[in-house]
Every structure is written in structure tokens, then in C-alpha cells.
């Protein structure tokens, strides 16, 4: 690191400020992608679980209205109940519900991480902890399209010591 005649600092090549700040955009970076990809995810399984549970549905009454009609009426009834049940099959198999929920975790999780990381560039100096932080919030980010909730927040305070 240099102070020029100016007064402003500059960092070189090699100085660990500059690392850590080029790690923390790229961390913020990566977060805007997952956070975007995330959304679109979420949307795209939303639109799949309306498409196929609404003709379910949908199909499930006609076949019970029809069935219940008349007589001659049983066989075409018996091939809508079908139809509507291979879409709730599809549904059930596909579990876009669980998917769209899960993006949308993400999509929240990931937001924190690129929110975070901007807090962090706007502070004048980075230490190798607000780094830690945020790659524990990545790590976060990754298990929430597994995990039914978000992870805990991590106690404030430095990190208990382990035994050497």
C-alpha cells in the first residue's frame, strides 16, 4: 500500500486489502447470479405446478360430473379421471411445490450474501473475518435449496476457540 502526494491510498498488486476485495466482489458477484438464477428457478416451478395441478384438478371434476351423468357416460369419465391423474402423478412426482419453496429460500439467502458483501466494499478497510463471514453466508446460501428453513444466524462474537 502507497500514500501518494494527495493523500490517496493505493493499493499494489500483492498488498492482502486488495485480495480480500477482489474476493469480496467476487463473492458479491456470484451472489447477483445465484440470487437471479434463483428467481427465475422459483418462477419457472410456479408456472410448472399451476400448469399441472389446475388441468388435475380441473379434470378430476369434469370426470366425476360425467361419471355421474349417465350410464353411457362411465367410460369417457373413467379416461378424463385418468388423464387427471397422471397430471397429479406428475405433480406429486416432479414436487415443484418443494422446488419453487426452496429457490425462493435461496433466492433470499443469496440476496443476504450480495447485500452483506456490498456493506462490506463500502468499508475502507476489509479483514480476513468479514471474508469468513460471508463465505459462511455462501455456505448458507448453497444449503438452503436443501434445508426446509433457513440456517440459524451464527452467535455474535468471535468464534469459540478449539482445543489444540
Do not use: C
Not at 479483514?127 to 426446509?148: I, K, M, S, V, W
Amino acid at each position: 500500500m502507497t500514500l501518494s502526494a494527495d493523500g490517496t491510498v493505493t493499493l499494489t498488486p500483492g498488498d492482502p486489502g486488495r485480495r480480500l476485495r477482489a474476493e469480496v466482489e467476487r463473492l458479491r458477484e456470484e451472489a447477483a447470479r445465484q440470487r437471479a438464477l434463483a428467481h427465475k428457478r422459483a418462477d419457472f416451478w410456479t408456472r410448472l405446478d399451476i400448469a399441472l395441478g389446475f388441468p388435475a384438478a380441473l379434470l378430476a371434476g369434469t370426470a366425476g360430473a360425467a361419471g355421474l351423468a349417465t350410464a353411457d357416460a362411465r367410460i369417457p369419465a373413467a379416461l378424463i379421471a385418468l388423464a387427471s391423474a397422471g397430471f397429479a402423478a406428475g405433480a406429486g412426482f416432479l414436487r415443484s411445490d418443494t422446488r419453487r419453496r426452496a429457490n425462493k429460500r435461496a433466492r433470499h439467502a443469496w440476496a443476504d450474501v450480495e447485500g452483506r458483501a456490498t456493506v462490506k466494499l463500502a468499508q475502507e478497510r476489509l479483514t480476513p473475518e468479514d471474508l469468513g463471514e460471508l463465505l459462511e453466508r455462501r455456505q448458507a446460501a448453497l444449503a438452503a435449496y436443501d434445508g426446509e428453513a433457513p440456517l440459524p444466524e451464527p452467535p455474535p462474537g468471535p468464534p469459540p476457540l478449539t482445543p489444540g
